[in-house]
């Protein structure tokens, strides 16, 4: 069992909100007149996600979602990923944004994005909150950053530490006690 001492506050939800909204408007920019699926990666992006796309001002804007599993109830990253909830919608020849919390190894979205270009999509590109440098293990490309962080676990805004903290409406980073087994 992992005991956080403390949580430090990162981004206030004021500096969130701020960062989206210049995100949606490069975003919007940059699909201008043009198709665009924006794909919610569960359950870390549902806050991210919901709030950003509300920011893009483009109206052939769809939404979907999958869910992703690479990590266990820890803090540690495995190099298995499963798709555990698969896309509705049709991406054949359309553009599709997908919209991650945070990239960390990599692994997870280097090992779907493939996945999702194979399926014919016009364009593939990412989008993540945060691009957490520190134990980055692919060359992966991310198109669009809202911040960039050297280490640090965190939580808050969808992020969570064994599905705890997603709730909170800022970013903030766990200090770990211990880890127990
Ligand atoms: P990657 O495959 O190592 O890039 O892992 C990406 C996934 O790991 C993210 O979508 C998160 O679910 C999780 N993750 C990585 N770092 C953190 C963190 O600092 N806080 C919470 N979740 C994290
Ligand atoms: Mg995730």
Redesign the pocket.
């Known amino acids: 069992m992992i005991k956080v001492k403390s949580l430090k506050p990162l981004f206030t939800a004021e500096a969130i909100a701020d960062r989206l909204s210049e995100m949606g408007e490069q975003i919007s920019r940059d699909y201008k007149g043009q198709d665009l699926i924006c794909v919610c990666?569960l359950k870390?992006a549902v806050f991210f996600f919901t709030d950003l796309v509300r920011h893009i001002d483009n109206e052939n804007l769809m939404i979907d979602f999958i869910r992703a599993s690479?990590?266990g109830n820890g803090?540690s990253?495995t190099a298995e990923?499963k798709v555990t909830k698969d896309l509705d919608l049709d991406i054949r020849g359309k553009n599709v944004l997908f919209i991650?919390?945070?990239?960390?190894?990599?692994?997870?979205?280097s090992k779907l994005l493939p996945m999702y270009k194979e399926r014919g999509a016009k364009s593939v590109k990412l989008c993540a909150l945060i691009d957490?440098a520190e134990?980055r293990e692919t060359d992966i490309h991310i198109d669009y950053t809202g911040f960039r962080l050297d280490r640090?676990?965190?939580?808050g805004y969808g992020?969570?530490?064994a599905e705890k903290y997603r709730q909170l409406e800022g970013i903030y980073e766990a200090e770990i006690e211990e880890a127990v087994i």
């Open positions: 990666v870390g690479s990590y803090i990253s990923v991650e919390d945070i990239i960390d190894s990599g692994i997870t979205m957490k134990r640090g676990f965190i939580v992020l969570d530490l």
